[in-house]
């Protein structure tokens, strides 16, 4: 099956690998185009423009950083809209808002092409072993046509019906990580300033019933000051001010949430953006050391 994949930031080049090692044939473009030139050394080709990859593949996937990126790419000159036609189909696995895949949908639609809204939850790791859980939400026919490479991608793919659901998911998901990442930092520094071990929170932390994979994860290098790069902290305060919307939209009050999205931002204006979204334990170790 020949696939077609837009965007190679963290989560686009490791599941293009992941596509390639287990026998898709892939042609990539991404904005910054030497980023394409490792998928070539693994057997990818190029297209030079986005509708220039639809125009080669039946089905191109999309992961762009955030709304602006996901529009720029179907709506910009040469993007996706130019090329597409019955018989194409479109999947985007970009964490955006509901209002812009459901412009991108009908945009894609009104050519007659298909749509698949598909952000995935799971980050680096997950997404270079094939582990990433997919919230995909659109055309039935065109998740059941994928399915081949939604399961080379994931462990798990839901449908969850029209499209703007998978992109609600994903985005109460992040909103209860990011809020999950807050709380695990506030913690480990009210440990250490009451005169506790944090590792040995830690260790207590795993073996009840609030264990998780990303306390265990992040944990131990949270500790040493590193945020080794795996989700960036601009993208999680993205899908806080997101989901924050959505609440807005449904008269949801969300206040951990808001507080949650402060110390993103804080950690923003730090220049910690481009930091693993761990690295929100700095504003919080700050606040503490401040009050
Ligand atoms: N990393 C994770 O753990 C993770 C997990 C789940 C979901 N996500 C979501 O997946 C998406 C991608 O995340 P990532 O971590 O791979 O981000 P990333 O490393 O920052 O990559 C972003 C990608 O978007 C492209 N891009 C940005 N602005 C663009 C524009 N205006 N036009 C065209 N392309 C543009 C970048 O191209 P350049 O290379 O040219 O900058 C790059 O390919 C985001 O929506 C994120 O929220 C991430």
Redesign the pocket.
Known sequence: MEVGF?????????ISMNLLRNGFKVTVW????S?CDELVAHGATVGGS?AEVIKKCTITIG????P???L??VF?KGGVLEQICPGKGYID????DHETSIKISRAITSKGGHFLEA??????Q??ETGQ?VILSAGEKALYDEAISALNVIGKKAFFLGEVGNGAKM?LVV?MIMGCMMNTFSEGLVLAEKSGLDPRTLLDVLDLGGIANPMFKGKGPPMLQSNYA????L???Q??MRLALALGDENAVSMPIAAAANEAFKKARSLGLG?ND?SAVFEVVKDLKRSS
Do not use: C, E, W, Y
């Open positions: 837009l965007g190679l930031g963290i989560m686009g080049k490791a991404n904005r910054t185009l980023k986005p992961m762009l950083a955030d602006a990126a996901a720029s790419v910009d696995m970009s964490t955006v952000p995935v939850s799971g980050s680096k997950p997404a990433l994903k992040n790069l795996a989700f960036p601009k993208h999680q993205k899908d481009d979204f």
